[in-house]
């Protein structure tokens, strides 16, 4: 089945405990993307990735570090979580940037405290 | 940045209703989307519609790029369609899909 998935699902953590939210998909798509919802603010994008060794800055990025070293795979990690950090997040998908409809994860619902 | 304004905000229905929830966006774009997020928050595709028409069962969207707006059918609506219901969508010189605030869809048996 054609999916993205995240883990964990939930998490709750303290302050300052190093985190990473695993994203993968098997959809061979070259653009994956991070988001996440804050009620009030709604969604609101971290970092993307265009392709393999490629990412760069959404419009929230302070406090959260990407990489993509494999198609599949881009995993979100909090060096260093604080309380603000708390939120919904979401991984995305694409065939590739651009009039391509994009394929959301399950959501990955953080607790920092 | 493109804006994407959402109408109405809230949308309570008897079960059975029918209602149409209305997207506008503020510049040209290559890319619309219509999600629904259940109440676990689970974000689910509706429809891909930069352009046209396309029908899902009792859902159907509607989008005239060159008017800059979409609009997204619900028939006969069921409790299960309840949740908030989202447009996003992406400019032709951006990077990410823009959202917008949402509908929150209330269907009472």
């Known amino acids: 089945e054609a999916q993205v998935t995240q883990n964990p699902r939930y998490l709750i953590t303290v302050t300052g405990k190093k985190l990473t939210v695993t994203c993968s998909q098997n959809?061979?798509?070259?653009?994956m993307s991070w988001y996440r919802q804050d009620p009030g603010l709604g969604l609101r994008q971290i970092y993307y990735s265009m392709n393999v060794e490629v990412t760069d800055k959404g419009d929230v990025p302070e406090g959260y570090k990407v990489s993509r070293k494999e198609k599949r795979n881009f995993p979100l990690i909090l060096e260093s979580p604080s309380p603000n950090q708390t939120s919904l997040y979401f991984c995305?998908?694409?065939?590739?940037?651009?009039?391509?409809?994009?394929?959301f994860g399950p959501g990955t619902r953080l607790t920092v405290t | 940045g493109i804006q994407v304004e959402q109408s109405p905000p809230d949308l309570i229905l008897q079960e059975g209703a029918n209602s149409t929830l209305r997207c506008n966006f503020s510049d040209s774009v290559n890319n619309l989307q219509w999600f629904h997020q259940n109440p676990w928050g689970q974000l689910i595709n509706l429809f891909y519609i930069p352009s046209g028409t396309k029908q899902n069962g009792r859902l159907s969207a509607t989008t005239v790029a060159t008017e800059r707006y979409s609009l997204l059918y619900i028939s006969s609506s069921q409790t299960t369609d309840s949740g908030v219901y989202f447009c996003?969508?992406?400019?032709?010189?951006?990077?990410?899909?823009?959202f917008g605030e949402g509908t929150q869809l209330t269907v009472n048996p």
């Open positions: 995305a998908s694409s065939p590739r940037w651009g009039v391509h409809e994009q394929y």
């Open positions: 996003a969508v992406e400019e032709t010189s951006g990077s990410r899909l823009t």
């Open positions: 959809m061979n798509h070259e653009y």
